[in-house]
């Protein structure tokens, strides 16, 4: 049998994937299992035998890591080729998984890297090659399906609403303020935006919110922003990047296609804050863009717990033998005492499928629910207290990555 | 003699003005002076009578407040006639002020701000009314002369800083990555964009930063970007908003005045990253925009303490009989140990002027030298533990103000 592992990660980054790595090495290391190896910009890097040896990380590092955003051993958005066309791929994973005596293949990603982690299995189980292949889910989108809620989401979430509030409050300051549109991530679900009814809740928030879920009127939008700007002399409005009119036109100004055919968004809020002008509204356009995703100093301290946990669980299916399948999370309220527990899913099931915004949290006309509170505060509990060295948060770097 | 004291704020909101009205308030209370009220809405409020007793808040409100970003009594960016011309508005504040038996304005902003103290201080000893004006400095801008620093840049710095470390871990993510450019604030300084020296430092920041303070060469900046990407494959570019060519012509793409006559900027980076998109680079503008003046949920303790003490000292120079003068720091370091004092320097010596980055700090290539460390980091010192109720932090707010 193989006695060591493998892990990558994949995909956009997140504030809490490397929480993720940590229980994967933590829990191999406290189970006296093999090496564990890292594969540098997911499985791109692994096709050029670009991987490293983790297990001999310092404690220090390793704690370092935990609390560090972004990618740590590098991302790829590399879409693997199907078996039958080009095989030399999957011969190339094979042989270098065999070097390395790798028994288990740990990818840490979204949909699209659940899509890559099926083909690997298949072809392994096709092959009667002895590794085994488990995905851990991270996506700041949380729009992974079969899982209550995904690694990565609470902490961008908790961002978005803190900043949102802050927002909130500068905008309040004149008495004839702006209307200033906020641009959220989200190309096809209004998960992180609708993370800013937090902020509303808490007493400063959006007026208006609009998700991709819901087609885009921009003349209801119009009204809406003249009907609070009447009684408010300002408005603040969050707004998802992937909003579409009637038609399914992408309200963004440009478009471009990555390696999954998806849309690259971006200007949503600058176009509605320009169709904003035309109707004599002063605005501002804000995206808050990068730092959702990456915001370390403000991670959710369940989120990052959760990711630790979803690493570790990862490991222990494992060594109950379990291929092909993702790590996913159910919740439970019980008497509003959130409780969680982990399990295995087909990772059919959720590669390239999506989980929208379920209709239950979006009212009838478009603006969200309280209900949709039950849902998100849990997630975006806890804080963590990050060691700054000179002004800024200790993060840990790999030497291999150069800054 | 007038025993009550009226402040109010004015300009952009920081993150720590609110903690320079908790300082002025806590004084008047610790040395049992008279009423303290506040103007809503900066100057325009008080014209208009809009003005709150605030002696009687309770203490956990004024804990609150302390920590809260945004101006909690309102802003504006009133523009005060010279008393020449409009000899009835400075009749009005003077009623307003003998009405409520204020024997000391306090206003807190920017050189603006500055302006306005001066004038009404000006208007009050040509009338003899019996009224000290006394301002407290505010900017995130860092641009108001005769002070070492100001209260709000410390925190903006450390926000800053943050997210550019953040990003700069973020865009490390893919082998073959973007050139990112991050606009800053920054009209006519570039302090707020030199902060971003402090993730460099820390192992991870910009490529490349550029200031107003020097004219911006378009041919320079692709050719800068293209030796950058040429070994990292990837380029972080840090710059100001306010950055101009050789001919003083604003970079951004659009701009429209404001009251005082300023340029209103923005898209400065979705400009430079149009330019470099010409020169196949694949590009992402990121603009930080409104959270890098409210970030409350990173205030550097320094930052705020210190816009605490001016509050306070603000107070002790009314009691010394002072007028026509503003708070000012002076700050030392003594064989690397940082220290401040505080004094009260002549308001016209701030009205209107402006304080760039000293030519010390600035390469002959435009880039930051590290000596800039030196002055910025002790700014940024500290971190304020903020109690968060529902997923954001709990933040003061004021019933007159509707959210």
């Known amino acids: 049998m193989r006695n060591n592992i493998l892990y990558a990660q994949s995909g956009g980054p997140t504030a809490v994937i490397n929480a993720s790595a940590y229980g994967v090495i933590a829990e191999a290391k406290k189970l006296g299992l093999g090496k564990v190896y890292a594969g540098i910009n997911g499985i791109e890097g692994i096709l050029n035998e670009n991987i490293v040896e983790v297990t001999n990380l310092s404690e220090e590092q390793l704690n370092l890591l935990k609390n560090t955003p972004g990618t740590a051993f590098g991302s790829?958005?590399?879409?693997?080729?199907?078996?039958?066309?080009?095989?030399?791929?999957?011969?190339?994973?094979?042989?270098?998984?065999?070097?390395?005596?790798?028994?288990?293949?740990?990818?840490?990603?979204?949909?699209?890297?659940?899509?890559?982690?099926?083909?690997?299995?298949?072809?392994?189980?096709?092959n009667n090659i002895d590794c085994q292949v488990i995905g851990i889910p991270k996506t700041i989108d949380n729009d992974l399906d079969q899982t209550h809620h995904c690694p990565g989401y609470g902490s961008a979430a908790k961002f978005i609403a803190t900043v949102m509030h802050e927002m909130a409050l500068d905008t309040a300051s004149y008495t004839k303020g702006k209307v200033t549109v906020v641009e959220i991530m989200g190309r096809d679900t209004g998960w992180l935006t609708a993370a800013s009814i937090v902020a509303s809740h808490n007493g400063a928030g959006p007026d208006l919110v609009y998700l991709p879920e819901r087609s885009f009127d921009t003349e209801q939008f119009i009204e809406d922003v003249a009907n609070i700007y009447k009684t408010k002399h300002r408005c603040l409005v969050a707004v998802a990047e992937g909003i579409k009119d009637k038609d399914g036109n992408y309200i963004a100004t440009y478009g471009t296609m990555d390696n999954f055919n998806h849309v690259q968004m971006g200007g949503t809020a600058y176009r509605l804050?320009?169709?904003?002008?035309?109707?004599?509204?002063?605005?501002?356009?804000?995206?808050?863009?990068?730092?959702?995703?990456?915001?370390?100093?403000?991670?959710?301290?369940?989120?990052?717990?959760?990711?630790?946990?979803?690493?570790?669980?990862?490991?222990?299916?494992?060594?109950?033998g379990k291929t092909c399948c993702m790590v996913a999370i159910k919740a439970t309220s019980d008497n509003g005492k959130y409780k969680v527990s982990y399990t295995a899913v087909p990772i059919e099931k959720v590669a390239n499928a999506v989980k929208y915004v379920p209709d239950q949290y979006i009212l009838p006309n478009g603006q969200l629910d309280n209900k949709l509170l039950d849902y998100i505060l849990p997630l975006m509990e806890g804080t963590v207290t990050q060691k700054y060295i000179n002004g800024t948060p200790h993060y840990f770097k790999l030497d291999k990555i150069k800054y």
Not at 105 to 111: L, R
Not at 284 to 308: F, M, W, Y
Not at 309 to 314: E, H, K, V
Request: with cysteine; glycine share 6%.
């Open 76 to 126: 790829c958005r590399y879409h693997l080729p199907d078996a039958e066309k080009s095989p030399e791929v999957y011969q190339k994973i094979a042989e270098t998984f065999s070097k390395y005596e790798i028994g288990c293949f740990f990818y840490n990603g979204g949909n699209d890297s659940m899509d890559t982690c099926s083909k690997i299995a298949h072809y392994f189980a096709d």
């Open 273 to 320: 804050a320009k169709i904003l002008e035309h109707h004599n509204f002063k605005t501002r356009a804000v995206e808050i863009n990068l730092p959702q995703r990456c915001g370390g100093h403000i991670l959710s301290k369940t989120d990052r717990n959760e990711a630790i946990q979803s690493g570790r669980y990862a490991v222990k299916q494992w060594q109950k």
